[in-house]
């Protein structure tokens, strides 16, 4: 599987951006997707994610209330809709495709997208 996102840019504070992720391949529907994020001199954390078929969504603290994940398995995408954006969510956004269940930590993550940069200006 691979995975390309898009869709990240500067936005300023309290604005909105949509990543996209497409994946190549027919098993898109078979795997559980997500997001995870990386600031500069920070470790890698999970945003959020989504199981394989679309059914349940797992919600740490970072995004609750203002970030929700899509899972289109007709058109081999996830989205990433981020509202009420703030300057701590700048950061490198990377999709992420597993096998397995969708937990806060990467172990579940098989195939990993390039990143996108989003910055929220203040």
């Known amino acids: 599987v691979q995975l390309q996102a898009s869709g990240g840019g500067l936005v300023q504070a309290g604005g909105s951006l949509r990543l996209s992720c497409a994946a190549s391949?027919?098993?898109?529907?078979?795997?559980?997707m997500g997001w995870f994020r990386q600031a500069p001199g920070k470790a890698r954390e999970f945003v959020i994610g989504?199981?394989?078929?679309?059914?349940?969504?797992y919600y740490p603290g970072s995004g609750k209330g203002r970030f929700t994940i899509s899972k289109d398995n007709a058109k081999n995408t996830v989205y990433l809709q981020m509202n009420s954006l703030k300057p701590e969510d700048t950061a490198v956004y990377y999709c992420?495709?597993?096998?397995?269940?969708?937990?806060?930590?990467?172990?579940?993550?098989?195939?990993w997208g390039r990143g996108t940069q989003v910055t929220v200006s203040s």
């Open positions: 391949g027919r098993t898109f529907s078979t795997y559980d």
């Open positions: 992420a495709a597993g096998s397995g269940v969708v937990t806060t930590n990467a172990a579940w993550v098989e195939y």
């Open positions: 989504i199981s394989r078929g679309g059914g349940t969504t």
